[in-house]
Nanobody, 125 residues
Framework: QVQVMESGGGSVQAGESLRLSCAAS????????TTWFRQAPGKEREGVAV????????FDAEPVRGRFTISQDDANRTVYLQMNNLKPEDTAMYYC??????????????????WGQGTQVTVSS
């Protein structure tokens, strides 16, 4: 059974950085993708960045391009989201999701079967 757990959220000032971690256990897929989503109050859940295993192919959303970087440590199946130059509009609950479906649109939440509980990121101005 796949289990996903996020960590690393917190409260920071605008311009500061945070690194989120996503630890996945029980993953036996030969190929899969891990995606960070976020959801602000009153808004829909949106895809932030994705990384594919084993290709390491990455995509990210335009609002975070150039500020956020997704990476993966293959040894421990942990995916990181390095978030630099954070802005108040980045404030949201951040979720990690894992799925073996790699052909569908990566930013579509309905494509994912395994989700973590989320970690809160709050950025104040």
């Amino acid at each position: 059974q796949v289990q996903v757990m996020e960590s690393g959220g917190g409260s920071v000032q605008a311009g500061e950085s945070l690194r989120l971690s996503c630890a996945a256990s029980g993953v036996t897929y030969i190929s899969y993708r891990t995606t960070w989503f976020r959801q602000a109050p009153g808004k829909e859940r949106e895809g932030v960045a994705v990384i594919y295993f084993p290709s390491r192919l990455k995509f990210d959303a335009e609002p975070v391009r150039g500020r956020f970087t997704i990476s993966q440590d293959d040894a421990n199946r942990t995916v990181y989201l390095q978030m630099n130059n954070l802005k108040p509009e980045d404030t949201a609950m951040y979720y990690c999701a894992v799925d073996s479906t790699i052909a569908d649109m990566w930013y579509r939440p309905s494509s994912y079967s395994h989700w973590g509980q989320g970690t809160q990121v709050t950025v104040s101005s």
